[in-house]
């Protein structure tokens, strides 16, 4: 039964994502991004938003520009029985919620996803925050585990034919 959505706190994150550096001849172009966003949690459905910039700086022999470009905002819903694992990571220096689904590409719109692996950066003063919902999801994982086992099936003995065995 999910939890009542009214009394779920949304846990804001940030993403990160490696900026990149290109050549183009002389001329230099460095991008960076940054992103930030809020988890939720009612119990079953995993909701991640988030939205960002990126930075683009140019440096020539003869000028040096900056731009800043707003990006999209976007989001996810996943059931949680989607989710290998949610473990709250890090303590008090560089807290953060990694999420793993069973299937590689299941996060990667995500920004920021490695292999299957979603890295929610947290600020410190969400740290128990951050744990809440790591439990809250690890506990929908296992219920939602143990309500998936199938019986185990019984086969008859089979009795070998006369003169076999």
Known sequence: MPLDSSRMHALPFRLKVPGEDT??????????FKFHGMLRFDGEILRLEWAGSASVDEVSALDVSSRTLSLPSEQMELSAAYLRR???RGGWWRPRLELEAWEV???RIVPGEAGGVVRLWLARGDRELGRAAARAITTALRAQRVSDRTPHLELPAVTPPEGVG
């Open 23 to 32: 050549f183009e001849g002389v001329n230099v172009i460095s991008r960076s």
């Open 86 to 88: 949610a473990e709250f």
């Open 105 to 107: 590409d299941l996060l």
